[in-house]
């Protein structure tokens, strides 16, 4: 059961449009079959320990990459998502064009492919000083004390830098390797949960800032670059193409990503918050999740967040430290198969639940209704909801269409913020 602005019942595998999500409990005997598939589940990589241990001199050493402790639940799991979960979207800023991205003072060269070199190390030694590895310590849902290491990219020459949520949310103390291999102490700016992107800072200003690309111009079938630290082992490039776009994913932690990027380029732990570039060496998402069969590795199915959507949250985080959602207050999930019939409509977000006080309950929605259209926008999912809902703002009075026993009606409701989580 899914809710474009609220809690998840239960996870569900990323399926055809047209599939089913039914509220609580187990699917019915017809999609039983289709829903089948424990081990085959999108997480966030787990976060693997600092390559790197305390002699008995109290020295540092380099020692064997290894995955660590600082994991999620659902990695530990081998990709079982826990039950509880939160949807989130991939909205407005999808769409929204990077134009308005101001052009820092370093920035990574353009890219210029001479004769017998490839494209990939071309894209390599352009972005690399970009990207750096971030050393953290802190407590963890799992291990009480851990430290580990995920990725991250420089978005600003002064200091900024976008990573993921889920490697942060745990962090008493974060370092930031450079790609010169200084270190630097970092804090917080802020983090979104619902999007897994955080914005870290050091105290720095002259680094080299990503040039960052267009996400709407993605085709598939183009080079894509990997580059982040696989198990703590920094700047590593791995490359591949673009696999699909605007994927829907249910991921580790709950969160509900329905239009990130799809890349085989090969994404470990450690990868997370790392960059996903082009053949031009613009920055196209932030790497967040890897598709698991069990072990926390590459299985050449990985997932990005589309710059579009990562630089959009990472401005709203730096000018305010937090992000602002609009909110709706249904839970529900795509029309099964075999409930067409009785409800008059095959396609749309049905609704399972309608949560109290809410812009749903005062419009008058209740369970059973089929939501075909928001604001002029065509529903035929609950992935389509979720979006078009983050389309609006706090405050938009939207007209929604719905299906109630085989009749179409319409309501206003005007969307309030979301509460947080």
Do not use: C
């Amino acid at each position: 059961m899914t809710d474009p602005d609220g809690p998840w019942r239960r996870h569900d595998p990323p399926r055809h449009p047209d599939s089913s999500q039914t509220s609580g409990g187990d699917p019915p005997p017809a999609e039983a079959a289709a829903q089948a598939r424990p081990n085959h589940v999108p997480t966030f990589p787990p976060i693997p320990t600092r390559a790197g241990s305390a002699d008995e001199d109290g020295t540092n050493r380099r020692s064997s990459p290894r995955i660590g402790l600082i994991t999620l639940v659902a990695a530990l799991l081998g990709g079982v998502v826990a039950a509880t979960a939160t949807v989130a979207a991939l909205d407005r800023r999808e769409v929204e064009p990077t134009a308005t991205v101001r052009e820092q003072p370093t920035q990574a060269p353009e890219i210029a492919v001479v004769q017998g070199r490839t494209q990939v190390e071309a894209v390599a030694e352009a972005v690399l000083p970009t990207v750096v590895q971030i050393d953290i310590g802190g407590q963890s849902a799992v291990v009480p004390t851990a430290a580990g290491n995920g990725s991250g990219v420089v978005y600003r020459t002064d200091g900024y830098i976008i990573t993921n949520n889920h490697v942060v949310e745990s962090a008493d103390d974060m370092e930031v390797v450079l790609a010169d291999g200084s270190r630097e102490q970092a804090r917080l700016i802020g983090r979104d949960v619902l999007s897994d992107i955080a914005v870290i800072k050091v105290d720095r200003e002259d680094l080299t800032a990503i040039r960052v690309g267009d996400s709407s111009q993605l085709r598939v079938g183009q080079l894509a670059v990997a580059i982040g630290s696989p198990f703590g082992l920094e700047g590593s490039v791995t490359a591949g193409v673009i696999s699909a776009l605007n994927r829907p994913i249910s991921v580790g932690q709950g969160i509900r990503l329905p239009n990130v990027i799809q890349t085989d380029a090969p994404i470990n732990p450690g990868n997370s918050g790392g960059a996903l570039v082009g053949a031009d060496g613009r920055l196209i998402g932030i790497n967040s999740a890897i598709l698991t069969t069990g072990a926390q590795a590459n299985a050449g199915v990985g997932f990005a967040v589309p710059v579009a959507t990562a630089v959009d949250i990472a401005d709203e985080l730096i000018d305010s430290g937090s992000v602002v959602y609009p909110f709706l207050g249904v839970e529900g999930g795509n029309v099964p198969s075999t409930a067409a019939e009785r409800l008059g409509v095959d396609q749309g977000a049905l609704v399972t639940a309608v949560q109290n006080n809410t812009p749903a309950a005062d419009a008058g929605l209740r369970v059973d209704d089929v939501v075909i259209e928001f604001d002029g926008n065509e529903i035929t999912s609950m992935d389509d909801l979720i979006v078009a809902v983050r389309q609006g703002e706090v405050g938009d009075t939207v007209e929604v269409v719905y299906i109630r026993d085989g009749d179409e009606r319409t309501v206003e409701v005007t969307l309030v913020e979301r509460p947080e989580l």
